[in-house]
């Protein structure tokens, strides 16, 4: 009986030993300082930013799982949506919860060793939100006793990390211009930031950056220049109102330089590239702003006046090596036009520019890397389609074998036909269609995802390349094919293992050095986001999203 | 000592003497007890009664379930401006809107009637809420009533009893009021009180979150997120009892605190 009347005595004064036990607890989380976040490399347990770091490299130094144990991988549990629709979010784990959202905008904390929920956040959009290519999220972001969401109906909001109660909510966009976030947020110090989607309904673009406490504004940085801003001529007449060039992915950060990188999308409309002249800046560009200001540092454009949907949406990937025998901050970047591209991060300066697949939209980059533009004549297929070379799905670099890795789209080509269109707002912008090049008429073309279990459009219409990018020469160290278009990102590992996938539904690790297959699972739905990788009591994890399941892996006990 | 351990219902955590101090509390609150003071207020035959002038006369604009008027449900009690029952007879009886809902002449013991009807959450056999003031409610809610000692609103407040900052929109008056005078039938099950011992010898106090067959997951004392796996614990103890006891304020109270969770009604 003293033990009961023990329990009803902590239970009736839980509230009043929060802080009596804080330091007696074994297992007590620590608080996720942005400190912690800056030197998140130092604890590889956890995955605490979308692409696990700043730097954006989806490294990680565990090495518990090896090439010579890996055939004793196991799935340990499998967590099933309750939504239809690739599944694109990208898990955040700290201490052995993981943060997870469902689309439209569901926000799960996780237990990240057996998978069961804690709690759940249910986020109701305006009925007339809308994206252009499903109702995605691809995660949250986590900072002190906050997780941060963007929403369809582009808000931010701030819930409990505990409870998962809503702390507050701000407006970041106009939901009737079509507005929308699907992006994880990015932390920087004290501020959350993200930019907004909306690339194919004639939105102006923006990053913004609100104090993580309050939600109060900090900074907004526009992607189109407003009248009298520098770059502002390269739009014509009031093209630059409704031009597009969303931010929907996470940027980067670097903490030295204190500049945060940001992809920049299309401008609209998207494939009348006549209709509005000029180079159209920032769009398909990388911007460098200031994390404390929102001020632009510089730019890099790669596809100017683009009318191929080449969206620079990938994620700007930072390495420090030696560029021609100097020690250089490096920006390495895959992008969607077909070209790879070394930057050098302090300035902007373009260093090294290579195709990676056939191109035919340009016949090369001039010494500043901009493109001599080569359009084709109109019922010709342009090199890469629509779809891109690549496009956003998160990339790696292991600093163990100095090598990048993408999923790259071969022999994929696009047919493009430009209408005139005028600006609707909220409706869609997109100035004319495009057709898959097929090699017979009205064979099926590669879609936006895989909804159909029998590939019908097989590897003559476009298959996935996994590339193992040198970034000294531009030039693939290996590749590694496969028969269907793959939009999973890569995460490598200190054991040189690479863990991928793609619209196979197969979830496979190659030795990162050869590109030597070493294990494979069929995991059976399209794979289009990146595996991430911790740690927890000891044990190594891997999880990975494959159609509507999530599910992790470990070693066999 | 068997694996996975068997799951203990307690039936009662409270020792014999600690039970009859809190039925003594009770008693000595004497005729203040809220349950009683509700009963008397409104009779079972004035909420019957006030069914029938509500389908007579509100239910054309307001609906069979209350809640065909913008921005109010009278099931739920939400209200754009009356908070209390004279509040509700004002508006009833003088119109409100400008005129879009007209005014009523009710006999006394019509407008009383559906009152009760509206506070019984349009229960005709159920027991009529009296609804107080938010204000003296939100003192009661942090001062005597000892309510954010355990519970969290907007932000403020532990996390180890449910947060409250949108129970307003999930309860309804009588399930509230409940929630104090009789908590043990309204203690949504999930929320039971547990406790843990792991084979390492570590108890945890918590309440739970989650539970399958071989695993659970609770919020612990630390307001840490716990998961355990049943096969690892030496025990794990399920309260059937509420945290707390039944309250000891009085009806007048209970009604103010009432008044002012129907306000919490989180982030719009």
């Known amino acids: ?557 | 000592m068997t694996y996975p351990p068997q799951k203990h219902r307690l039936q009662s955590l409270l020792s014999p003497r600690l039970w009859r101090l809190s039925c003594l509390l009770l008693l000595a609150t004497g005729g203040q007890s809220v349950a009683q003071e509700s009963d008397h207020q409104y009779t079972s035959e004035a909420i019957q009664a006030g069914s029938r002038v509500y389908v007579q006369q509100c239910a054309l604009c307001h609906g069979p379930q209350g809640e065909t008027v913008d921005g109010i449900n009278l099931r739920l009690g939400q209200f754009r401006t009356a908070r209390t029952d004279d509040d509700l007879a004002g508006v009833i009886s003088g119109g409100a809107a400008g005129g879009r809902m007209p005014a009523f002449t009710l006999r006394p013991e019509e407008l009383n009637g559906v009152i009760a009807y509206i506070r019984a959450g349009f229960d005709p056999s159920g027991v009529a809420i009296s609804i107080g003031d938010a204000t003296r409610g939100k003192a009661l809610f942090e001062g005597k009533g000892e309510c954010a000692s355990c519970h969290r609103v907007n932000g403020k407040g532990p996390r180890t009893a449910p947060d409250l900052s949108d129970i307003g929109v999930l309860r309804t008056p009588a399930i509230l009021q409940n929630s104090m005078v009789a908590p043990a039938a309204t203690l949504l099950p999930i929320n039971r009180a547990v406790r843990i011992v792991t084979r390492r010898e570590e108890t945890v106090f918590g309440r739970r979150l989650n539970e399958d067959t071989y695993t659970v997951q609770l919020i612990d004392a630390n307001e840490q997120l716990r998961s355990f796996v049943k096969a690892d614990l030496v025990s794990y103890e399920l309260s059937s009892e509420p945290v707390h006891q039944p309250t000891t304020l009085s009806g007048d109270e209970v009604a103010d605190l009432v008044g002012y969770l129907l306000t919490l009604r989180g982030m719009q």
Request: proline share 6%; glycine share 12%.
């Open chain 1, 1 to 557: 009986m003293k033990t009961l009347n023990h329990f009803l005595i902590v239970l009736l004064s839980l509230g009043g030993l929060i802080s009596a036990s804080a330091t007696l607890a074994q297992n007590q989380a620590q608080e996720i300082t942005y400190d912690r976040i800056l030197n998140a490399a130092e604890e590889p347990q956890n995955w605490l930013t979308y692409n696990g770091g700043y730097a954006s490299q989806r490294y990680s130094e565990l090495d518990q799982i090896t090439p010579r144990n890996i055939d004793d991988l196991e799935v340990k549990w499998t967590l099933q949506n309750q939504v239809f629709g690739a599944w694109q979010t990208n898990p955040i784990v700290i201490d052995g919860i993981m943060y997870i959202t469902q689309r439209p905008n569901d926000v799960m904390a996780v237990d990240a060793v057996t998978g069961r929920v804690f709690w759940m956040y249910r986020h109701t959009n305006a009925e007339n939100a809308r994206v252009c290519c499903g109702a995605n999220n691809r995660g949250v972001a986590v900072l002190g006793d906050k997780v941060y969401m963007g929403t369809q109906d582009a808000h931010l909001i701030a819930l409990d990390r505990i409870n998962g109660k809503p702390l507050w909510k701000v407006k970041v966009g106009d939901v009737n211009f079509a507005y929308s976030i699907t992006m994880a947020p990015l932390i920087v110090k004290d501020k959350v930031i993200v930019g907004v989607g909306g690339g194919e309904y004639g939105i102006r673009g923006f990053v913004v950056a609100y104090d993580a406490e309050t939600g109060e504004e900090a900074w907004k940085f526009y992607t189109i220049p407003g009248p009298g801003e520098p770059g502002h001529d390269s739009w014509d007449g009031d093209d630059w109102e409704h031009g597009g060039a969303p931010i929907w992915i996470t940027g980067s950060f670097d903490p030295e330089l204190n500049l945060t990188y940001w992809g920049v999308g299309n401008p609209g409309p998207d494939w009348n590239a006549a209709q509005r002249p000029g180079d159209n800046l920032y769009s398909d560009s990388v911007i460098a702003l200031d994390a404390d200001t929102g001020e632009l540092k510089w730019h890099f454009q790669f596809t100017p006046n683009d009318g191929y949907d080449y969206d620079a949406v990938q994620v700007p990937l930072l390495v420090d090596m030696d560029w021609n025998g100097t020690p250089s901050k490096l920006m390495l970047w895959a992008n969607r036009n077909g070209y790879f591209y070394v930057l050098d991060r302090v300035t902007g300066k373009y260093l090294l520019g290579k195709n990676y697949v056939k191109v035919n939209w340009s016949s090369g980059l001039d010494e500043n890397g901009r493109p001599f533009a080569t359009p084709q004549p109109e019922g010709m297929p342009t090199w890469p389609g629509n779809q891109g070379a690549t496009n956003w799905y998160p990339p790696s670099y292991s600093p163990r074998t100095g090598l990048f890795y993408f999923s790259a789209w071969e022999d994929y080509a696009t047919i493009y036909r430009a209408e005139e269109q005028e600006y609707e707002p909220g409706r869609a912008f997109l100035g004319g269609g495009f057709t898959v090049l097929t090699p017979a008429q009205g064979a099926p073309g590669v879609g936006i995802g895989r909804t159909n279990p029998i590939n019908t459009w097989t590897d003559e219409v476009g298959h996935a390349a996994l590339m193992a990018m040198d970034p000294q020469t531009g030039e693939a160290k290996w590749k590694y094919e496969q028969f269907d278009v793959s939009d999973s990102g890569m995460l490598t590992t200190a054991s040189d293992l690479l863990f991928t996938g793609g619209r196979e539904g197969h979830f496979h690790a190659l030795d990162a050095r050869t590109g030597e297959l070493l294990w494979k699972a069929s995991l059976g739905g399209q794979i289009v986001m990146a595996p991430i990788t911790f740690m927890v009591d000891g044990v190594q994890y891997i999880t990975v999203v494959s159609g509507h399941a999530m599910s992790t892996f470990a070693l066999r006990d």
